[in-house]
């Protein structure tokens, strides 16, 4: 019943049953916090902020246990791993991604998402690349903890698997026109959820890039979900999204809406036993878009 929310440098926790009144306040980041995010086990909350800095508040003796500074832009988006409390990812407008341990207090493992992808294609920056730089504004994992997406400005959303210390890229696609502001993983599955500049909200099913080497204990029910959502859109026709090793922008989506807005953030979630879209934009409206077949 607790609401953790951040407006400006600070942080407040509510009673949902009592909004009027905070049950406790904090203001440990220097600068505007972009995202939050609870662990697991409830114990501990991240605060990414302008600096690149992100905060480790320890909820129970109510203090900072860890600060991580390896951002050098905006953190703009920092995520718990589900079954790793000890454990998240982050990116920023430095293009990096990251994969951190706690326990350490170090970062794992760092990719810059421009530079690696100028290695893999063996040659200079294209001039898309130097208008649409690969700014990360999003990053979401999915119920397994060993798959995690990002968003970027480049408009293209990459899938990465982790792999005990360090993560491998195991997909990518582009299906927006302009940036892509928001990625969110549906619970329990790997169905994907984007937001784009562009005004549209899409739904992706990459469970056909990611289930070829993934081991995790959710894989069968992961795969019935995600075959029976397929099967329900494409009318019978339950053909997997694309493979590791297709090139990006092959992939299509399970579903298409035209929002109109730019998307600053969405999620899914059930409201009264029916799985929903919730979608903030510019306008001071929350938009509902339902997921029945899914």
Not at 68 to 93: D, T
């Amino acid at each position: 019943m607790q609401l953790y929310a951040a407006h400006g440098e600070s942080i407040s926790i509510l009673d949902v049953r009592a909004l009027k009144d905070s049950l406790d306040h904090f203001q440990v980041n220097e600068e505007e916090i972009n995202c939050l995010s609870l662990n697991e086990t409830e114990n501990l909350l991240a605060s990414a902020d302008d600096s690149g800095a992100i905060k480790i508040l320890d909820l129970e003796n109510k203090k900072v246990s860890r600060s991580l500074k390896r951002h050098s832009n905006i953190c703009s988006s920092v995520a718990f791993r589900p079954q790793r409390p000890q454990s998240l990812v982050s990116c920023g407008l430095d293009m990096q991604v990251i994969l951190w341990n706690l326990q350490k207090a170090r970062a794992l493992w760092i990719t810059h998402l421009q530079e690696d992808e100028t290695e893999e294609t063996e040659g200079p920056q294209s001039p898309c690349q130097l208008l649409n730089p690969a700014l990360a504004h999003s990053i979401s994992v999915a119920s397994c903890g060993n798959i995690f997406s990002c968003g970027a400005e480049d408009g293209k959303v990459r899938i990465f698997r982790v792999m005990g210390v360090k993560c491998e890229k195991a997909l990518g696609f582009k299906g927006h026109t302009l940036g892509v502001s928001q990625v969110c993983f549906l619970p329990e599955s790997y169905l994907l959820l984007t937001g784009g500049n562009d005004g549209k909200i899409m739904l992706w099913d990459v469970s056909g890039g990611v289930e070829k080497k993934q081991k995790s204990p959710m894989k069968q029910t992961h795969r019935k979900k995600t075959k029976r959502a397929a099967y329900a859109k494409q009318g019978g026709n339950s053909s997997s999204a694309s493979s590791v090793g297709e090139e990006p922008g092959k992939m299509s989506p399970k579903m298409s809406i035209e929002h109109g807005d730019k998307v600053n953030w969405l999620m899914g979630t059930k409201i009264k036993g029916q799985q929903n879209i919730l979608v903030a934009d510019q306008t001071n409206c929350i938009s509902v878009y339902p997921l029945n077949e899914f």
